[in-house]
Nanobody
Framework: QVQLVESGGGLVQAGGSLRLSCAVSGRTDSSYAMGWFRQAPGKEREFVAAIHRSGGNTYYGDSVKGRFTISRDNAKNTGYLQMNSLKPEDTAVYYC??????????????????WGQGTRVTVSS
C-alpha cells in the first residue's frame, strides 16, 4: 500500500518561505508522477505544481509561477515544494499526490491515485 505523508506546513508572515515535503512509502522505485494541490476554506481544490517521474519536467499553476518550485529526490522517495514570497492568499491545506500510471506532469487531481493527508499553511499579513 502506497502512503504519502506531508510535512513542513506552519504559520509564516507574508513574504516568507516554507518548504513542504512529501514522503512516499510502500514503493521501492520512483516510477510515479507527483503533484501538489491546495484547498483554501470554502474553495475548490486548486492545482499548484506537478513534476515528471524523472524530475526533469515541471508545471505550475499561474498563481504560484515564479514563486514556488517543485522538486523530488528519487533516492529518498520524497517530493518537495519550496514556497517563496508567500502571500496571505496562499493560505490553504496543501496536499501531495502521486500516480504510477502516467509519467507526468499531471495537472488534474482526478488522475492521481494516491494522496497525502494534507499539511496546513497559514500566511499572515
Amino acid at each position: 500500500q502506497v502512503q504519502l505523508v506531508e510535512s513542513g506546513g506552519g504559520l509564516v508572515q507574508a513574504g516568507g518561505s516554507l518548504r513542504l515535503s512529501c514522503a512516499v512509502s510502500g514503493r521501492t522505485d520512483s516510477s510515479y508522477a507527483m503533484g501538489w494541490f491546495r484547498q483554501a476554506p470554502g474553495k475548490e481544490r486548486e492545482f499548484v505544481a506537478a513534476i515528471h517521474r524523472s524530475g526533469g519536467n515541471t508545471y505550475y499553476g499561474d498563481s504560484v509561477k515564479g514563486r514556488f518550485t517543485i522538486s523530488r529526490d528519487n533516492a529518498k522517495n520524497t517530493g518537495y515544494l519550496q514556497m517563496n514570497s508567500l502571500k496571505p492568499e496562499d493560505t490553504a491545506v496543501y496536499y501531495c499526490a502521486a500516480d504510477s500510471r502516467n509519467s507526468g506532469p499531471i495537472l488534474t487531481s482526478s488522475r492521481y491515485t494516491y494522496w497525502g493527508q494534507g499539511t496546513r499553511v497559514t500566511v499572515s499579513s
